[in-house]
């Protein structure tokens, strides 16, 4: 164990955080790509509820690198990182990264914040969104009653001296980061500023949010359904794979429909068809 530790180690120190290790097919513990075996074997027999923020990777980005830190030469290392974790082949990778670009650079060219923003977009597309619509599909799929969240609720102590003068302010196109919604899960807008060091304030939106979505987690806790026991402001609809159905989660709540479809055709579709051809 120890040398398997220091070898993710030394992985991470020469070649960035993200280089770490994968699941191994020893075909004892692990008989097949767990991909594969989900799929085969289905979903736990629960109801269940998965979510993700629409600023994950730009939230990550922000506690990992300094300003402007996110470039060019990193940005694409990571997309041929990706890339290469869905075997595409090497004759084929330039292409690749070149359409991925093509997706992820449009409206930034002027953009001073352009990589940061393209690199933010990435992670939270491919570490958050697709896998989370994938599961839903899976679980609705095997007739689990599935609820799927998209938090958009921006906590003001990251972006305004006026509640968090001690805090360094998130950059504006990051909104709900990674971790946020842990915020609003546990009540936190409703302590006092004192009881945070440093004193962070919460606005009455976050406050009224906060206790929203309180009442939908504690229902889903208690029954299994987010709609049932206490009150709450939207019915939350059940997911299914036609209409993708979902919570929109902030001050306004609203119930829509497909999270970011064409960004799930691109990653499960569009570039799986690109690599196989």
């Known amino acids: 164990m120890q040398q398997l530790l220091e070898a993710q180690w030394k992985i991470q120190t020469e070649k960035g955080l993200f280089h770490i290790f994968y699941s191994c097919v020893d075909n004892k513990f692990i008989t097949d790509d767990p991909l594969n ?9 629960v109801p269940y509820m998965v979510g993700c923020n629409n600023s994950e990777g730009d939230g990550i980005l922000v506690a990992i690198v300094t300003d402007n830190d996110a470039t060019e030469e990193k940005t694409l290392q990571f997309i041929q990182d990706s890339l290469q974790a869905m075997e595409t082949p090497a004759n084929k990778m330039e292409e690749a990264v070149s359409i991925v670009l093509q997706k992820y650079a449009t409206g930034l060219d002027n953009d001073k914040e352009k990589w940061m ?45 006026q509640y ?6 998130k950059p504006d196109h990051c909104e709900c980061d990674h971790a946020d919604d842990i915020l609003y899960t546990f009540g936190l807008p409703l302590f006092s500023k004192d009881q945070f060091k440093p004193e962070v304030e919460f606005s009455e939106e976050d406050k009224t949010f906060s206790l929203h979505w309180m009442a939908y ?10 709609n049932k026991g206490h009150d709450v402001p939207v019915n939350w609809p059940t997911y299914d794979e036609a209409n993708g159905y979902f919570l929109e989660a902030s001050n306004e709540i609203r119930a829509r429909k497909n999270l970011k479809p064409d960004t799930f055709e691109f990653w499960t579709k569009i570039i799986p068809a690109f690599i196989k051809k």
């Open 37 to 45: 075996i989900w799929k085969a074997k289905g979903t736990a027999p």
């Open 164 to 169: 968090g003068a001690e805090i360094k302010n």
């Open 217 to 226: 987690i504690t229902n889903f806790a208690k029954y299994g359904d987010p």
């Open 117 to 161: 923003k393209m690199y933010g977009a990435l992670m939270r597309d491919l570490w958050f969104i697709v896998p989370s619509i994938m599961q839903c599909n899976a679980h609705a799929a095997a007739g689990r009653k599935t609820f799927l969240y998209y938090m958009t609720q921006q906590p003001r102590h990251n972006h305004t001296n």
